[in-house]
């Protein structure tokens, strides 16, 4: 069951007073003359405004390429795709070696498309179930097999020791998320997927806003990869970024959006229809110049939060390691039922009643979802994941939240517990 359709029922039963999540949109005077400008011109699609874009973000994330795209899902499926992980043939970290994410190969990459003999996955992509479902997608999407392991109660991010004792020779790449928007250890992963001539995938959906040390967090993988819809703090209304150094798959990327056709009409591979319309591009465009701001808001509030609910016993917090600042795309804390005196589910329930919104992320986790429960054995506990799933509960945070807001949903959650 999605979180969407999870959290329906109380939704129908009780107006929502307090929205888990509006979207962090620039001013409407801000947008009017971009949207006045491309509606005159005609130009709805690959446009003046995409370049502009992808050439902002990739200034402000620090890397060669900002490739956007039309969702985080689809930019993840093609960066998968392009490292070609299938035939076993990315190099593209390999210290010294030639990078072969080539476009020009449209044979031997469409001969890694499924065949009947091929009804294995042949190659496993390491990735932690507590994320969304989007990233085992890309990977299962590209016949490859996920593998998945535990993250750190602590940060709820993989550690690169875990990634490390998971590495086998089955292992095609290394998947990791910077989960709630809090970054993980991107050098350690990269150490971890370099010593193994591995590609590090991070799943950056969460990531616009973060930081570590000192820079946005974006660099330092094969590809990080980016989404824009409502509910992060950089909003193109749908719309994702894959931003990387490596000039091959950056080309790729741009081919694949266009259903690898690079305009002689000769597709080059099977694409897809990835690109990201110009309302979009100039929407995203605006919302970086108040990105400073939002993440701003995001931290105070999470500082409250945190302020006011270290009081209460049985309340965990997401840590952030030293050097890495979360940009709070959720504020998810949790609950240990023992301690507080009633369970996630029951305070969701009781705040659901009073009208606030909340998300109960991941629940379950991926390895326990029908798409991809067949690829764990669920003899190999991941006692972390299950744990967080069944405790973790997100609160609302945006800019339909305020000090008072912060207030009320504190003082709702306490009302459950023990200290009522
Ligand atoms: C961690 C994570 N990865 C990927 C996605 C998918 O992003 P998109 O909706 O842009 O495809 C999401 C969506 O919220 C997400 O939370």
Redesign the pocket.
Known sequence: MSQEVQSRPAEAANAIRVPFVRPALPPLERLRPHFDAILASGRLTKGPYLERFEGAVADHLGVRHAVAVS????G?MLVYRGLDLAAGRCQAVRPGGACPVSVMEPSSRDSAAPTSAAREPPGEVIIPSF??L??PAAIVWNRLRPVFIDVDPASTNVTPEAVAAAVTPRTVAIAA?HNFGNPCDVAGLHRVAAAHRLPLVI?A??GFGARQNGRPVGAGATAQVF???P?KLLVAG???IVATDCDCLAAFIRLGREYGNDGSYDAKFSGVNGRMPELSAATALEGMAILGEVAAHRRRLADGYRHRLSRLAGIGFVREASGSLSCHKDFSITIDPAEFGATRDAVRSSLALQGIETRSYYDPPCHRQTAFARYHDLDRVLAVTDSLSSRSLSLPIGPQVDDGVVAEVCEAIAAVGHDR
Do not use: N, P, Q, V
């Not at 969702?71 to 689809?74: A, E, L, R, V, Y």
């Open positions: 969702s985080c899902t689809i993840l994320t969304f989007a990233g998320c799943d959906a969460h989404s824009l819809s509910t749908e719309g994702g």
